[in-house]
């Protein structure tokens, strides 16, 4: 198995990698480190490997648009996750695959293994591959069968907490093995377990414009949010057709789905924006900052306080 990367414009081969058979690395990780620069960019990447599994996290800093060409011999079941800047990614024949921009993800059973990929001046992301035969072992079932592909969807709450525990992962290496495996089940088992809201629908296509309506009226007012009743009157359906209509959609109810946007929001606002506990409840809609203490611990598990302490992305991964 190897990967290669190269300037795209230049042709120059910036990184050549050779792996074992399913990345198979005994009982232990196996780990590098590189500091690329070429020109106007500079790429930091560490990357991790064990049986069936590939994780590698990248600092791209670039003055300049920058297109790199990814070639890797073998295709697995991906998951690409922009976590700051801008991601494009395109075939050699230029017809795009993925645009991601911050807080985004991709996820494909394929096609993702030579890759024109763009970024944008200042990029994070973090790509997670599994062979596909590892994937079939740990779920019994094929890729494509269990997860929703789809691109340009943002990265929930949930799933972002994940990524931050495979990054600031720093065990001893028998540990971290076992630490990063059980991240990895955690986030299968989200995507799994996500509806998917790509399947055939029972709805009307003007029934689900206007759900799909009232869905964007929930996240642009999270401080004042509408009734039901209200929001069913803005978007011109009747509140029964919404409540059910709104769940098939979403896998939510109106008001779980508010109240994952609130408490995303308010996980940006403290982790990124450094704002305080008070700040973040008003912003998102508590009157009561205790209150929001109690939903963003039940939500996340941790006090919102101790996101000012540390930094969301470690400068370590």
């Not at 592909?149 to 990054?167: C, K, M």
Request: overall charge positive; hydrophobic content about 35%; charged content about 20%.
């Amino acid at each position: 198995m190897e990967l290669r990367i190269s300037d795209y414009h230049q042709g120059k081969l910036l990184l050549k990698n050779t792996y074992p058979d399913d990345f198979d690395a005994g009982l232990v990780i196996d780990e590098r480190e590189h500091h690329i620069q070429n020109g106007s960019y500079t790429i930091f990447l560490t990357e991790k490997w064990f049986y069936g599994t590939h994780i590698s996290f990248a600092k791209i800093k670039s003055e300049i648009p920058t297109e790199i060409y990814f070639e890797n011999s073998v295709e697995h079941a991906v998951f690409l996750f922009c976590l700051t800047g801008e991601i494009k990614c395109s075939n050699v024949s230029q017809q795009k695959i993925a645009a991601l921009a911050t807080n985004q993800q991709y996820i494909s059973s394929g096609g993702f293994n030579n890759l024109i990929v763009s970024f944008s001046n200042n990029t994070e992301y973090l790509y997670l591959q599994l062979t596909r035969q590892h994937y079939k072992n740990l779920t019994g079932h094929e890729f494509s069968s269990d997860i929703a592909i789809y691109s340009s969807v943002s990265i929930e709450p949930e799933v972002r907490l994940i990524l931050n525990s495979l990054i600031s992962q720093k065990s001893l290496q028998r540990i971290k093995k076992i630490s990063i495996e059980s991240k990895i089940y955690e986030l299968l088992a989200f995507y799994i377990n996500k509806p998917n809201t790509n399947s055939t629908s029972s709805l009307k296509k003007h029934d689900i414009d206007k759900i799909l309506l009232a869905k964007k009226l929930v996240e642009t007012d999270i401080q004042s949010p509408n009734s039901l009743m209200e929001l069913s009157r803005q978007v011109g359906i009747n509140d029964y057709k919404l409540k059910i209509g709104f769940k098939e959609l979403t896998g939510y109810t109106v008001f779980g789905y508010l109240n994952r946007v609130r408490m995303e929001r308010a996980y940006q606002y403290l982790s990124k924006d450094k704002k305080t506990v008070n700040e973040v409840a008003f912003l998102v809609g508590y009157k009561n900052a205790q209150h929001f203490t109690v939903a963003f611990r039940k939500m996340y598990n941790i006090l919102p306080g101790s996101l000012n302490k540390t930094r969301l992305i470690q400068e370590k991964f």
